[in-house]
């Protein structure tokens, strides 16, 4: 028998097994269907399994990001706590130190706070354990200028030893002051300096004496009580006319 009668034969008995079971050929072929249709769901949740971490790795990263952000917000209301427990806020200002050197000119500090806060020129500002530190010299609405006593060419009177002799400091840069006085006097290293102000205000301590046998006088080495480059809170207050001699600017300029 020829290919042809072959032919013949596989269409009538193919055309008779479709009029005699309709549904054959699909329980033949649908397991195979069932299965393509499985494989493709497979491999869609796998795909979208992908797409499912890196969502979760996106949110992840915002969760850590404003975990930090709650971090830092707690350490500076904790800190701002700790400030307000260090000074007597009634009798101040509590402002923010956003700026020192090198950021801000050497000897100078830059506060969050200005005259909306009632900061005003020639006001006194102190750090921790009510040490004064320097003067208001600039003012703008939500920012002021603290120009420190360490200053160069900034002078202010004090006085130092028992006898509370008067002195002349003058500021010599870098957070460091200087003051001349009599060999006589008997003053020490270690001896405390005060500022004038409200009851005893230690100003900082004779580091360093200087001088010379041919000359009477004596060079006073002087550092601050406090390091007024690590301050981040400052308390400022009036502490009344003609206690410093300080030249405040009259500009918004800081």
Request: without cysteine; charged residues 15%.
């Amino acid at each position: 028998m020829s290919w042809g009668g072959y032919a013949l034969i596989f269409s009538i008995v193919a055309l008779l097994v479709r009029l005699v079971a309709p549904d054959f050929f699909w329980q033949i072929t649908a397991p195979a269907f069932r299965a393509a249709d499985a494989l493709a769901a497979q491999s869609h949740a796998f795909w979208a399994s992908f797409n499912d971490v890196s969502e979760l790795a996106i949110r992840n990263e915002r969760l850590v990001e404003e975990n930090a952000a709650l971090i830092n917000e707690n350490q500076a209301l904790r800190e701002k706590e700790m400030a307000i427990d260090e000074f007597d806020v009634a009798k101040g200002i509590l402002a923010a130190v956003v700026a020192r050197p090198p950021e801000s000119p050497y000897d100078t500090l830059v506060l969050a706070a200005g005259a909306r806060a009632r900061v005003a020129l020639g006001q006194e500002a102190f750090g921790e354990g009510g040490v004064p530190i320097g003067i208001v010299t600039a003012v703008t609405t939500d920012f002021s200028r603290v120009t420190l006593f360490s200053a160069p060419g900034q002078l202010t009177h004090g006085w130092i030893g028992r006898e509370s002799l008067p002195l002349r400091i003058f500021g010599s840069g870098a957070g460091t002051m200087n003051a001349s006085l009599s060999r006589s006097a008997g003053i020490a290293v270690g001896d405390t300096v005060f500022a004038p102000g409200p009851g005893m205000l230690p100003i900082g301590s004779v580091v360093r004496i200087d001088s010379d046998p041919a000359s009477p006088g004596a060079t006073l080495r002087i550092v601050p009580k406090v390091n007024p480059f690590s301050l981040s809170w400052v308390q400022l207050r009036d502490v009344g006319a003609g206690v410093r001699d300080f030249s405040v600017a009259t500009s918004t300029r800081l």
